[in-house]
């Protein structure tokens, strides 16, 4: 990794809107890897392209492989590092790639497949979660097993968390809730104070139109709603093929239609520029590392700062 990034700290890429351009390449000015999320093709390029014209240091791109398509793979093509989540995973560009895995079975996975690296992602982060048991624990079965570089990803919210990281054989540290509540993320202002002021999050399957897949939030009104009706996951998977097929720009629209009594709850985050009634309609994706994050800042302040 030192031969790409000056600091071992990592920006999650974060699909929806919420890492473009400028969250990224602020990170990777820092020092750090900046990583644009998932967009439609044509997008997520002219945002590989603004990311460019912002610094001349190292860009990641994110694809969720669910929604990943062919075109999306050509942009990725012309990133410096690929991270893909969710599986299958499976080579398709000669562009260094890491999977981010939740078990030790899918790391070897990764690795089978041809990936230079993994991202072991602990239950305690947030986002849509892949991992069953805490970061550290996983790092300690994959890291003996696994050739390529090892990041971890999941109570990453200082240097120490970095420093403790790096001293238990991880390559890198990835955050995803510390940089939302940066200045650059596309987060709803009312999202990053949400992140500030939560002092928990839980664990929920209830934003699972189109992708049904367990995620960590802050509680709203629709997880207080929908959180306990069984009947919900079970409709959701079932419809999930079809919807996964609505273009990614159709889905955030979509999204800016839900109400609190209607169960038709997409995984697309609230964004700057939303009405503020979508804030308990929307998913706020966040990991346990809330606790310890009280402040919106310049995300090269969070990179210095995440700097063992
Ligand atoms: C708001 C948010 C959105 C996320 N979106 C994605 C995504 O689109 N793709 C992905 O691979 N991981 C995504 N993740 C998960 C991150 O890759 C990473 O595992 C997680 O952020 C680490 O935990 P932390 O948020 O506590 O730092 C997301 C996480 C958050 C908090």
Redesign the pocket.
Same mark, same amino acid.
């Given at each position: 990794m030192e031969a790409l990034l000056s600091t071992p700290v990592v920006q999650?890429?974060? #699909? +929806?809107g919420?890492?473009r351009h400028e969250l990224a390449a602020a990170v990777s000015e820092a020092g750090g890897l900046g990583t644009i999320?998932?967009f439609a093709p044509r997008a997520l390029g002219e945002e590989l392209a603004a990311a460019r014209r912002l610094t001349a240091k190292p860009i990641a791109v994110?694809l969720?492989l669910p929604f990943t398509r062919p075109a999306h793979w050509r942009v990725a093509a012309e990133a410096d590092v690929v !991270?893909?989540?969710?599986g299958p995973p499976k080579r398709q560009v000669a562009t260094k790639w890491l999977h981010?895995c939740g078990s030790l079975e899918e790391a070897l996975e990764a690795e089978r497949a041809g990936a230079d690296g993994v991202?072991v992602? #602990?239950v305690?982060? +947030? +986002?849509?979660?892949r #991992?069953t048991i805490p970061a550290h624990e996983l790092l300690a079965a994959v890291r003996p097993r696994v050739k390529g570089e090892v990041w971890l990803?999941? #109570?990453?919210?200082e240097a120490a968390d970095v420093r403790a990281a790096l001293d238990a054989g991880a390559d890198a540290a990835?955050?995803?809730?510390?940089? !939302?509540a940066t200045e650059e993320s596309g987060?709803h202002p009312g999202y990053k104070a949400r992140v500030v002021a939560a002092r928990e999050t839980m664990l929920s399957e209830v934003f699972g139109l189109g992708w049904h897949a367990r995620h960590?939030v802050i509680e709203n009104e629709a997880v207080r709603r929908w959180q306990d009706k069984r009947w919900l996951g079970p409709v959701q998977r079932a419809t999930a093929p079809l919807l996964a097929r609505v273009p990614l720009a159709a889905q955030e629209r979509l999204a800016a239609t839900q109400r609190p009594g209607s169960p038709l709850l997409s995984p697309a985050?609230a964004l700057a520029g939303w009405p503020d009634r979508l804030l308990e309609t929307t998913p706020l994706?966040?990991?346990?590392?809330v606790a310890r994050i009280n402040d919106v800042r310049p995300a090269a302040d969070v990179v210095r700062d995440l700097t063992p």
């Open positions: 999650a890429g974060m #699909g +929806g919420l890492s999320g998932i994110n969720l !991270v893909t989540f969710w981010q991202i992602q #602990g305690e982060a +947030g +986002g849509h979660v #991992g990803a999941g #109570g990453i919210a990835v955050a995803g809730t510390r940089f !939302v987060a960590r985050p994706y966040a990991g346990e590392t």
